[in-house]
């Protein structure tokens, strides 16, 4: 075969995919390596201060005064982890966001959250 008729097909396009599928599988790889985890690393309280600002948990925190960065990073990282699945498996969802909807943050003592104990160490003086 003639090198001329190869010419004009450039492979940099199929490089780029290349490189860009495998950055997305050591990226998906090193989110699950995180989540499994229980070490006490930086890394692993970053994505555990990332997985929280997503749930219900969260805005807790933020009525109760309790700063999220404090919180994950105070408590042990498999009770975080332990905390965030609660969260995920409450069965009072719709109680929680009518009480975090709730005008004063301070009228409602949140004994039905799973993890109210844990909250209720760090939460400061409001009202």
Same mark, same amino acid.
């Given at each position: 075969m003639? *090198?001329?008729y190869t010419s004009w097909i450039s492979i940099s396009g199929y490089i780029w995919t290349l490189n860009a599928v495998t950055f997305g599988i050591l990226a998906t790889l090193a989110l699950l390596t995180l989540r499994d985890t229980d070490e006490d690393t930086w890394l692993v309280? *970053?994505?555990q201060g990332w997985r929280l600002k997503g749930t219900r948990m969260s805005r807790l925190l933020k009525r109760r005064h309790?700063?999220?960065g404090d919180y994950?990073?105070?408590l042990p990282v498999a009770e975080v982890k332990a905390q965030i699945a609660r969260c995920h498996g409450c069965q009072c969802k719709e109680l929680c966001d009518r009480a975090l909807g709730s005008i004063a943050p301070c009228t409602s003592r949140y004994s039905f959250c799973p993890n109210t104990d844990s909250v209720d160490r760090f939460a400061k003086a409001c009202c």
């Open positions: 003639d *090198a001329s309280r *970053a994505y309790v700063g999220v994950v990073r105070s």
